[in-house]
């Protein structure tokens, strides 16, 4: 479909990446994967995602620190990026992600509704069958599926 969203998911652990990917494919948008900071940076430069979720503790560079490359970059500051984190609000990482630029702060373990709400709101898309798909609640239900709690 021409008018797919394209998402960067940033996430370190495959389980919970294939969970997301899973979920936001369903969801209609089309999907990219990086698994380390440096690897998101280069497959935002390659593919300029219209989103990117991005995990905060990473194991080369930490998540602000991608963002905030991708935020010095006129080809890539322009993406919103959510961070999604296990980490507490008031934790230096992720104040150093907000000042960095993060759009929003989701933290881990969430629905992946309120992931769906973030993208919905900062993409502004309209509802899908896709979509109407994946909310069938015999899939997931509102205590379904969820981003689990780690780094
Ligand atoms: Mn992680």
């Known amino acids: 479909m021409a008018g797919k969203k394209k998402i960067l998911i940033v996430e370190d652990n495959s389980d919970i990446r294939k969970l997301m990917v899973f979920f936001l494919e369903r969801m209609g948008y089309d999907v990219l994967e990086a698994a380390t900071g440096l690897a998101a940076i280069e497959r935002a430069r390659a593919t300029l995602p219209d989103l990117i979720t991005?995990?905060?503790?990473?194991?080369?560079?930490?998540?602000?620190?991608?963002?905030?490359?991708?935020?010095?970059?006129?080809?890539?500051?322009?993406?919103?990026?959510?961070?999604?984190?296990?980490?507490?609000?008031?934790?230096?990482?992720?104040?150093?992600?907000?000042a960095a630029g993060v759009c929003e702060v989701l933290y881990k373990p969430m629905p992946l509704r309120s992931l769906d709400d973030a993208l919905r709101r900062l993409l502004t898309v309209q509802p899908n069958e896709s979509a109407s798909a994946a909310r069938n609640p015999t899939i997931f239900s509102n205590d379904g599926p969820r981003l689990t709690d780690h780094t």
């Open 54 to 98: 991005m995990d905060l503790g990473l194991p080369d560079i930490t998540g602000d620190k991608a963002t905030a490359r991708l935020k010095a970059d006129p080809s890539t500051k322009h993406i919103p990026v959510i961070a999604i984190t296990a980490y507490y609000k008031e934790t230096p990482l992720v104040e150093s992600a907000v």
